[in-house]
């Protein structure tokens, strides 16, 4: 039954993180004024603001104008439930739980806004590196390893740029991108914040590479690296004790 309400509550937390998502990068009030179609403005009923099945009852389309509903209001609200069982997984009912949860979300927000928008939001990366700082205090990370986390993540991925400009003559990473890997790192310490950058660096290239071979874009073609960063950041987040396991067995350390 806790798995099931946590589920729901992580739901309705989606729904919200929906509106994140169109409000803030827009820089317009997430409270006011109520959800509403944004094409045709109709206040949504509450009985169409149900996460998910009001997706799909309403066959992904508002009730008055019949506009499209887009695919990304149900797979927030279904991720952010999820995610909210995972973090109660490997957190249980404890002070990271909420620490943690609240990070996911800001990444959840970060993804969708940067592949839209091609933008990370200052309004999100920002008091979340100070909640990351603060929050460390009371998690096991410790305020040293935030700190350093911060420094390493958002220092490593400003030299990444830098190197890269220099290379290539192509601009690097953007100030949003360095905010964000300084974030991730408040959170993360700076071990897992380079995994992070590793990972993502990858998947960011090949994906790239398939780009200019498929479709002939440039390399000049701007892509969303917050995209790739964050969702990594999750999963590291929610994997690192069995990532660094495996590396050990691996590697022959401690046998």
């Avoid at 740029?161 to 192509?170: A, E, M, R």
């Avoid at 495996?246 to 022959?252: C, K, Q, R, V």
């Amino acid at each position: 039954m806790d798995f099931v309400l946590l589920f729901i509550a992580g739901l309705a937390i989606g729904s919200f993180l929906n509106v994140c998502i169109h409000r803030v990068p827009r820089r317009i009030s997430v409270c006011f004024p109520s959800s509403h179609c944004p094409l045709c403005k109709t206040p949504i009923r509450p009985m169409d603001n149900i996460p998910v099945f009001s997706f799909l009852i309403l066959k992904g389309r508002c009730r008055h104008c019949g506009a499209r509903i887009r695919w990304q209001y149900p797979v927030v609200e279904l991720a952010s439930g999820l995610l909210l069982l995972l973090s109660y997984f490997k957190f249980g009912f404890s002070f990271e739980l909420l620490l943690y949860y609240a990070f996911c979300c800001a990444l959840v927000v970060i993804t969708f806004v940067d592949l839209e928008f091609r933008i990370i939001p200052d309004t999100i990366t920002l008091p979340f590196m100070v909640l990351g700082l603060a929050g460390s205090v009371f998690s096991g990370l410790g305020l040293a390893q935030s700190l350093l986390g911060i420094i390493v993540g958002g220092g490593s991925l400003t030299l990444v740029g830098y190197v890269y400009t220099k290379i290539t003559k192509v601009e690097g990473m953007g100030g949003g991108d360095v905010k964000l890997t300084a974030m991730m790192g408040a959170f993360l310490g700076w071990k897992a914040v380079l995994i992070v950058i590793f990972v993502a660096s990858l998947a960011g290239s090949a994906l790239g590479i398939v780009l200019m071979l498929m479709f002939r874009m440039s390399r000049r073609t701007p892509i969303p690296f917050g995209s790739f960063l964050a969702p990594v950041g999750i999963v590291v987040l929610l994997c690192w004790s069995r990532l660094v396991e495996w590396y050990l067995s691996n590697a022959g350390i401690g046998h």
